[in-house]
């Protein structure tokens, strides 16, 4: 287990580190000055720009200046905005939070239900139910994000009024903005009206919410579904049946542990295409988000800007798989066998 572990660590790194040459390439593949791009300093400004072709060894090869840029990016000095002249690592932390917010949650509603739906639809197989919704599930799955999204604020927020169409907060609150979870950043202020300003954040929050776990949601239950008929026809529960065992004792001590090894599994997959729909998602419903922030700032030419988004957005992916990947190796004993064998 501990040889895995370090493995996939190993792997990560080396994924980590052609991340980092992709990005430092952008640079010069970019159109304009490669020193501009990386650190967003132009040429007008003599003395800053001197002083950034030493810090970043552009007095030197190109070894010398990948090494600078590797030092740059460990230390956080992501360079500067084009468009706000801000520097982009503290632009880009209060935005993080914001995505993982929107992501967490969609990611805890799709298996508070995909898990359920899919044990039910086992159990009722080839029964009405069970059509109804594996029927249902693979009709939201064909439905492209952005489509979704906007029938959701054609339905909920013109037409029912039962959500506004974007935003996180009704800026009337003057919540501060601290961590970028608007849930967290009111929970944290001082403001007197906390509990008013929570269920505007809610308000806002649950229709991108929803829309982003629509997909996670339809494969989980289909996994489920699968998986729990699987563990269905194996010796051992037809065993515990024939010691008597109760179908509630089965279902919850024999068949859901072993169930949901496949959702374990799944998980870094479907994070990691909840992560790319999050970027659409954001921008329908103008969410300040990285996702949103990468897209305006393809617009807008920003260079540092695009490659802080793109750098935090593939670590992020990157590093949820291998964790995933490292549980689901220690969760199951068969799986620690397949690794020791080899």
């Keep these: 287990m501990i040889r895995y572990s370090l493995r996939r660590l ?30 967003g300093i132009t040429a007008n400004n003599t003395i800053a720009y001197q002083q950034a072709e030493l810090a970043r060894g552009f007095d030197h090869g190109l070894l010398s200046q990948y090494v600078h ?32 917010e929107l992501g967490l949650l969609a990611m805890a509603l799709a298996l508070f239900l ?14 009405l139910l069970d059509r109804v919704i594996m029927g249902l599930s693979l009709s939201a799955y064909s439905i492209p994000v952005f489509w979704l999204a906007q029938l959701f604020i054609l339905l909920f927020a013109l037409k029912l009024n039962w959500s506004p169409i974007s935003g996180q907060i009704n800026p009337l609150y003057a919540i501060n903005v601290q961590t970028g979870s608007v849930l967290v950043d009111i929970l944290i202020s001082d403001s007197p009206y906390k509990t008013a300003a929570f269920y505007n954040a809610l308000h806002h929050l649950w229709v991108p919410v929803v829309v982003l776990a629509i997909m996670p949601l339809t494969m989980l239950i289909r996994i489920m579904r699968n998986s729990v008929l699987d563990v ?32 374990v599994r799944q998980l870094g997959l479907q994070f990691s295409v909840l992560m790319t729909n999050i970027i659409i998602t954001e921008v329908i419903f103008n969410w300040p988000g990285v ?31 291998v964790f995933v990947d490292v549980v689901h190796a220690w969760r199951y004993p068969q799986i620690r066998k397949e690794i020791d064998a080899e």
């Design 291 to 321: 996702g949103s922030w990468l897209v305006k700032s393809i617009y807008e030419r920003d260079f540092p800007v695009i490659q802080a988004g793109l750098l935090v957005l593939a670590s992020l992916i990157l590093m949820v798989n």
């Design 114 to 127: 995909g898990i359920p739906l899919g044990v039910y639809a086992a159990i009722q197989q080839r029964g």
């Design 10 to 39: 190993i792997l990560l790194v080396i994924t980590l580190w052609l991340l980092s040459l992709l990005l430092f390439s952008l640079n010069y593949w970019y159109p304009g000055d490669p020193l501009t791009n990386m650190s």
């Design 232 to 263: 269905l026809q194996q010796n051992y529960i037809k065993a515990a049946r024939a010691r008597g065992l109760t179908d509630r004792h089965i279902m919850f001590r024999h068949t859901l542990p072993n169930a949901l090894q496949p959702i």
């Design 69 to 100: 840029f590797l030092e740059h990016l460990i230390h956080g000095d992501w360079g500067i905005s084009l468009v706000t002249e801000q520097p982009v690592f503290d632009e880009i932390k209060p935005l993080m939070g914001a995505t993982l």
